[in-house]
């Protein structure tokens, strides 16, 4: 991944307690960078804004859940810019305190996401579910308690920190578990127009008949290849809808402009959120 803001980045912010998947998704694109752990992505966004850090990274869909809630919303107000994305590969560890045993086990707590991703071994294992806020702190949670009936559904990563043990690995249903993060900065760093481009933005139709089909015309005309089309309420209101698009290439190429100069024409916002090179691991998603 290339990328100056990336690249001399000192500190990261993530959501979540130290051990989030957002804190190895970190650790994996930016190794060179101090992850700073955050309450919340409004959080972890605002130490981008005050200068706290220099990028924070943030989840943004998974290939079982679908989008992450909220995050969507978040993006076009944030006042940040997208300079790079990361796929993690999700691997839950059944987690518990060193020396417990399998067949001790009665409870394991993790976010309710994760006890999703799971049912399997919690249903062969006859283990009661018990939804926590974050699977870090999940994690972090068991290790307090010193209690060895009780687990936690959470990374490698948590186990370590905090003291756990791996009792059974990589106990998710699916194997093809990824979460997409994109790496937001304070200032714009596009990418050259060179190898594999994508271009994020946000856009509102005109009150017009048919301004979607006609906005997203132009791509379909130009050849451009659109990878994520979503849309979103604004403000609670049924009548005022956002979307949120991801595209292959470069505003500078040819298609590319003449794509988003007709969405231009049918919309009464367009706003870019970034221009970064795509992950190499795109080439592999199912």
């Known amino acids: 991944m ?7 980045a000192k500190r990261v912010a993530f959501q979540g307690e130290p051990g989030a998947y957002a804190h190895l998704a970190a650790r994996e694109v930016l190794p060179h960078a101090l992850a700073v752990p955050c309450p919340t992505f409004e959080d972890a966004a605002e130490a981008v804004r005050s200068g706290g850090t220099d990028l924070c990274i943030i989840p943004v869909e998974n290939s079982l859940m679908g989008r ?3 995050i969507h919303h978040l993006l076009p107000e944030a006042g940040l810019h997208i300079v790079g994305e990361h796929f993690l590969r999700i691997r839950h560890q059944l987690l518990g305190l060193k020396g417990a045993r399998l067949e001790g086990l009665k409870r394991v707590f993790s976010q ?3 006890l999703a991703q799971c049912l399997k071994i919690i249903r062969e294992m006859k283990l009661k579910a018990e939804n926590w806020h974050d699977t870090a702190g999940s994690a972090h949670h068991v290790a307090e308690l010193k209690d060895p009936s009780v687990a936690a559904i959470a990374s490698s990563l948590a186990g370590q ?8 690995a990589n106990v998710e249903d ?8 994109l790496i937001m900065s304070h200032e714009p760093d596009d990418a050259p ?8 933005f946000v856009f509102r ?3 017009v008949p048919a301004a979607l089909y006609k906005a997203m015309g132009g791509f379909a005309t130009n050849g451009v290849n659109m990878t994520k089309l979503e849309s979103y309420q604004i403000g609670g209101s049924f009548n005022a809808t956002q979307f949120y698009a991801d595209i292959e290439g470069h505003p500078d190429d040819r298609a590319v402009k003449l794509a988003l100069e007709e969405l231009a024409f049918f919309t009464s916002k367009l706003t870019v959120l970034g221009v970064y090179p795509a992950s190499p691991l795109r080439d592999e998603l199912p």
């Open 205 to 207: 139709v005109r009150n």
């Open 161 to 168: 920190l905090y003291g756990l043990e791996i009792l059974k």
């Open 112 to 114: 309710g996401p994760a």
């Open 68 to 70: 992450i809630a909220d």
């Open 193 to 200: 127009n060179a190898g594999k481009i994508i271009t994020t």
């Open 2 to 8: 290339s990328g100056s803001a990336i690249q001399n």
């Open 174 to 181: 699916e194997s093809h578990n990824m979460t997409r993060f």
